[in-house]
């Protein structure tokens, strides 16, 4: 250590460009590093969804629920399984330890899902398995309000614009709610089917099987081979009409003789409002770590290019919109940094003069630099937890450069030169430095074993200011190293002052103004 010290206070140059190196790196961290309201988390928590149209509450307990909860109970790691049955549907909370592995959970849920699929009605809709995460939550709800405008023609251009916003590599997706469900509608005519001697059985069993993709193999003809499809999945309304029901020789009897296939929407089973009005919205939800001013106002920008090509009737308006507040609490944790800031300089300078508290403070924008760096290589955000342990760490990064400091003013009364004086006080108060850092990082250290969701929130404090704190370490010798660059050359001296001997003492202004010549 003695000699990286040595090193460092005698190649001036090399120790400032390290510095001007941590702060352009740590300018470029800052620029790349995302702004978020919250801290992602990854919550312990799988949601089974069962859809079944019709079936009662009751049955669905019975049939959707009893089977899967079996299952799921047989997973390893499964703290609380919590199940609700409703009209239409099943749902399933599966909780598991924070500590367990989520991926491999993810993984036992699925299997435990597939192993309950025999034991479910054939009329079941796939269930879904899906990982909750604590950034699910929208960032931004795009409300389109029209009273007069035809319910397709608003609805193609909410899907015009989702489908725009979906493809932004921020965004995760954008789930539309308040809208009904596009199909295609089958109205029977009943005489046509006692005419041709149907039943609505055969209707049904028809489309059924002809609504899906066969691989039909290969065919090889000896000078090549070739895949044969059977393009059986219906498309257009007119893949229905010509689906065949019934052959008779040459006769044959299609859907289009005995109904009629028209294209409308599903029972409205949701419902959207804006200001008190009807609307159809897009709830826009981010990637985790994506920066959240820069999703909304890409989502935004995109409803603006195609706001001239609407309909005159069609209202666009913004809620739920987290961006600003994201924005404006980071801004005040960035102006309670700076004001703490302010307040530390203004002490230090009283306690040690102006020259020697700036000095020291010189020290503080170089160690948030090289935590920037840090939080970028860690994949950290811009979010309250961070910003609240750069704060926390503020008055206790300069401590170290003030024992110093100190101790070199000491040893320059007793006669020492400065660089010698400094290089002495680096070299002398290293170990104390380093304990004060270490009782600091002492108290931390229980919160990185904090279990539990809480312990995940809190790690990201008990790893910003313990790294932010270790950083105080190489901001105690900051000025040692950059005070070298105000100690006189000594051939410089000589050559300005020839009537001057070596070891000749210089007076304060004298100093100042060989420090320039030095420089240059």
């Known amino acids: 250590m003695n000699a990286l010290i040595d090193a460092a206070v005698t190649r001036t140059r090399t120790t400032l460009l390290l510095m001007v190196m941590v702060l352009i790196a740590g300018l470029i961290g800052f620029n790349s590093i995302s702004i978020e309201a919250e801290p992602t988390i990854e919550v312990p928590f799988f949601g089974v969804t069962i859809f079944h149209e019709g079936i009662s509450p009751e049955d669905s307990e019975r049939l959707l629920v009893m089977p899967m909860e079996k299952e799921l109970r047989s997973v390893e790691g499964v703290t609380e399984l919590t199940a609700y049955a409703s009209e239409g549907s099943a749902n399933l909370v599966v909780e598991f330890d924070a500590s367990f592995d989520l991926d491999e959970a993810l993984v036992d849920v699925r299997e435990a899902v597939d192993r309950a699929k025999p034991e479910l009605p054939s009329t079941a809709e796939e269930p879904v398995v899906l990982e909750q995460t604590a950034s699910d939550f929208p960032i931004l709800q795009i409300n389109f309000v029209a009273e007069d405008v035809p319910e397709r023609t608003l609805y193609n251009i909410a899907l015009n614009i989702r489908n725009e916003i979906e493809a932004l590599p921020e965004v995760l997706e954008a789930q539309m709610q308040g809208h009904r469900e596009e199909v295609l509608e089958v109205v029977v005519d009943p005489a046509a089917l006692e005419a041709y001697q149907l039943s609505a059985e055969e209707l049904i069993n028809t489309i059924v099987r002809n609504n899906r993709l066969i691989p039909a193999g290969a065919i090889d003809t000896g000078e090549g081979r070739f895949s044969v499809k059977v393009p059986s999945v219906i498309e257009t309304a007119r893949d229905v009409y010509e689906l065949p029901i019934r052959a008779n020789g040459d006769a044959v009897v299609t859907l289009e003789d005995v109904a009629e296939v028209r294209r409308t929407f599903k029972d409205r089973a949701t419902y959207a409002r804006a200001n008190g009005q009807r609307a159809l919205s897009l709830n826009v939800i981010k990637r985790a770590n994506a920066n959240i001013v820069e999703t909304v106002d890409q989502a935004k920008a995109i409803v603006e290019r195609q706001r001239p090509n609407l309909p005159a009737k069609i209202e666009v308006s913004y809620t739920q919109e987290q961006a600003p507040f994201a924005e404006r609490q980071v801004a005040e944790l960035q102006g309670n940094i700076l004001t703490a800031l302010a307040l530390v300089m203004i002490l230090v300078v009283a306690a040690m003069g102006f020259r020697s508290g700036v000095i020291v403070g010189m020290g503080i924008p170089v160690s948030f630099l090289f935590s920037l760096i840090v939080l970028a290589y860690l994949g950290f955000t811009f979010n309250f937890m961070v910003m609240f342990g750069m704060l926390l760490g503020l008055g206790m990064l300069i401590d170290g450069a003030i024992v110093v400091t100190e101790y070199a003013d000491r040893k320059m009364t007793e006669g020492l030169p400065r660089q010698d004086a400094y290089a002495i006080a680096a070299k002398r108060m290293f170990w104390p430095v380093v304990a004060s850092v270490a ?79 030095g420089l240059f």
Do not use: E
């Open 439 to 517: 009782t600091t990082l002492a108290a931390f250290l229980p919160l990185m074993f904090w279990p539990g969701v809480p312990g995940k929130f809190m790690r990201y404090l008990a790893t910003v200011f313990p790294q932010k704190r270790q950083t105080g370490i190489g901001n105690g010798y900051n000025r040692a190293f950059a005070l070298d660059l105000s100690t006189p050359d000594i051939s410089v001296i000589h050559g300005v002052f020839p009537h001057r001997k070596p070891g000749a003492q210089c007076s304060s202004r004298g100093h100042d103004d060989i420090n320039v010549l």
